[in-house]
């Protein structure tokens, strides 16, 4: 009688491994710590394995093996996937310890390793399957560091909040230079992306005010960097997605921050028009501080619900002005100031606004405060909140399109491939090029001025409609297949594709410096798996 084998060899596979994983695990870490099971039942599984060799770390904070669904969700709420434990680092150390201890295990183990910050991923980005999620905003390391000098920073941990920032910040009269347009996401987060907001035009993304980084690389070595130490590390790290190492530290850019802003909306009909001003605006010597916009599709009542906020300037006018069925664009500006200023800043704005070509009776301004104003966001997420419209998928698109295709984009997306913008809001706005550091791993479209388009949708469970998943996700794939097939230069802002050919095209002639750097700082491919641009136990290519 035949004997089966296969069941024979896949567990001898599997017994095999636990020795090696014993044997490494049985080697003294810094500060003495061993293995401490004696015996392991052979029928154990690898993530009864893994579990083992994690069991034998000595860390200040603590890996939790059970109730981890929190880190097996994201924004997106389009993907679950369940780590095998999440560390609570209460030191850079445990962060240092435990990828340090997966990667001396090597091809053996399949554990990976990914950090989330505040959650705010769209496509599972931060999560690691089986693996090992560190639950940055847990660890907090040294406190805020202020430095008031003559080139003000602030030292934060990767795992702090920007709305904390701003608030420590302002305590001494100062403040970051570049934004997001929401503030309730971690610093590395944002650092491992690029972060971008209305500011960028000016002071470029937050990448670009970075001074200084503390790196936990993908073989656990803590690595201090900057442009004039360890800089190939220090730009690998900005905008790259996690993939060379995990920020556990920053020192960011500051300047003086201002007490008030002027807060301004137009409307335009007319998108050549529109999108001539926006251009004209960031690329002027005297400048607003703050340039974005959005699309505006089928929507009726528009400037009646700003009127809760913003006062018009020609209000018998405004009242007539109607939107019904017609595509608009907004331009929205601010102008920072403090209160002895009001008069002055009004004639500049005045000033400013000479020559540009809006609808005369949409204009409509607010004073408010500067925490308001970057905060602004935060006040449209507790509303949704309240309602249980926080925590649904948002498939959201973002796309760097360059300046000369934005046109015919606009003209095949707006209003044919998006009939409305009901589903959410469409961001569009330019930035300048010569604002971004092209050392770092973050890919832009190769023209001098490219636009952020956003389109931030939010679909309704359960909707088998224009508003449900299904249907935003295969108009979503309409605009990216209309962008392949006649858009090459575009490219996507917190890109998300499935297969390495795809990432290679998105990553162009920066593919071979990312293969290298991944080589170098991470040859185990073991960390952001949920990128979805290496695989461990796969060669690079």
Not at 263 to 277: C, E, G, N, Q, V
Request: charged residues 20%.
């Amino acid at each position: 009688m035949r004997v089966p084998t296969s069941g024979f060899i896949k567990k001898s596979i599997i017994v095999l491994k636990l020795y090696i994983i014993l044997y490494i695990s049985c080697i003294p870490d810094s500060r003495n710590h061993l293995f401490a099971a004696s015996i392991i039942p052979p029928h154990f599984g690898s993530s009864d394995i893994s579990t083992y060799a994690l069991q034998t770390l000595g860390l200040d904070g603590y890996l939790s093996f059970e109730n981890n669904h929190q880190a097996a969700t994201d924004f997106g709420k389009r993907y679950h996937l369940l780590p095998l434990a999440v560390l609570h680092p209460n030191s850079v150390s445990d962060i240092s310890r435990t990828i340090n201890h997966i990667f001396r295990m090597g091809y053996v183990s399949d554990l990976t390793v990914a950090a989330r910050g505040h959650g705010h991923s769209i496509q599972g980005q931060a999560q690691a399957y089986n693996g090992v999620v560190i639950s940055m905003e847990s660890f907090q390391g040294p406190e805020m560091k202020i430095n008031a000098g003559n080139l003000p920073y602030v030292d934060v941990s990767a795992g702090e909040l920007w709305i904390n920032i701003l608030h420590e910040t302002l305590k001494q009269g100062m403040a970051p230079k570049s934004w997001t347009d929401y503030l309730h996401l971690t610093v590395g987060g944002t650092l491992s992306n690029a972060g971008i907001s209305g500011q960028a035009f000016r002071h470029g993304p937050q990448i670009s005010n970075v001074y200084q980084l503390e790196v936990v690389t993908g073989k656990g070595e803590v690595v201090a960097c900057s442009e004039n130490q360890n800089a190939d590390l220090f730009h690998a790290v900005l905008g790259g997605l996690g993939q060379f190492g995990i920020i556990t530290r920053a020192r960011i850019s500051l300047e003086k921050a201002p007490k008030m802003v002027k807060w301004i909306r137009m409307l335009y009909s007319d998108f050549a028009k529109f999108t001539r001003d926006q251009e004209y605006l960031i690329s002027s010597m005297d400048q607003f501080d703050y340039i974005e916009g959005f699309v505006v599709i089928n929507r009726t009542g528009l400037l009646n619900n700003w009127r809760s906020s913003f006062n018009p300037k020609e209000p018998l006018q405004a009242g007539k002005f109607n939107s019904d069925g017609k595509i608009f664009y907004c331009l929205e500006i601010a102008k920072y100031f403090n209160l002895d200023e009001i008069n002055f800043m009004n004639k500049k704005v005045e000033s400013l606004l000479t020559g540009l070509s809006y609808i005369p009776s949409t204009l409509f301004t607010s004073e408010v405060t500067y925490v308001d104003f970057l905060d602004r966001v935060h006040v449209s997420e507790n509303k949704l909140r309240a309602k249980g419209l926080w925590e649904i998928p948002h498939p959201w698109l973002n796309l760097l399109i360059p300046r000369s295709q934005i046109h015919d984009f606009a003209q095949k997306v707006f209003g044919n491939i998006l009939k409305d913008s009901s589903n959410g809001p469409i961001i569009i706005y330019p930035v300048n090029k010569s604002k971004w550091n092209n050392k770092t791993s973050f890919v832009t479209p190769d023209e001098d001025i490219f636009y952020l388009v956003a389109f931030l949708s939010s679909a309704v469970p359960s909707s088998v409609g224009t508003d449900g998943l299904e249907h935003i996700l295969e108009q979503n794939q309409r605009i990216l297949d209309y962008c392949i097939e006649y858009h090459p230069g575009v490219k996507q802002y917190l890109p998300h594709y499935n297969s390495q050919e795809e990432w290679r095209s998105h990553f162009g002639l920066k593919w071979q410096t990312i293969l290298q750097r991944k080589s170098m700082y991470d040859p185990l491919a073991i960390l952001a798996p949920g990128q979805r641009i290496f695989q461990k136990g796969i060669p690079f290519l």
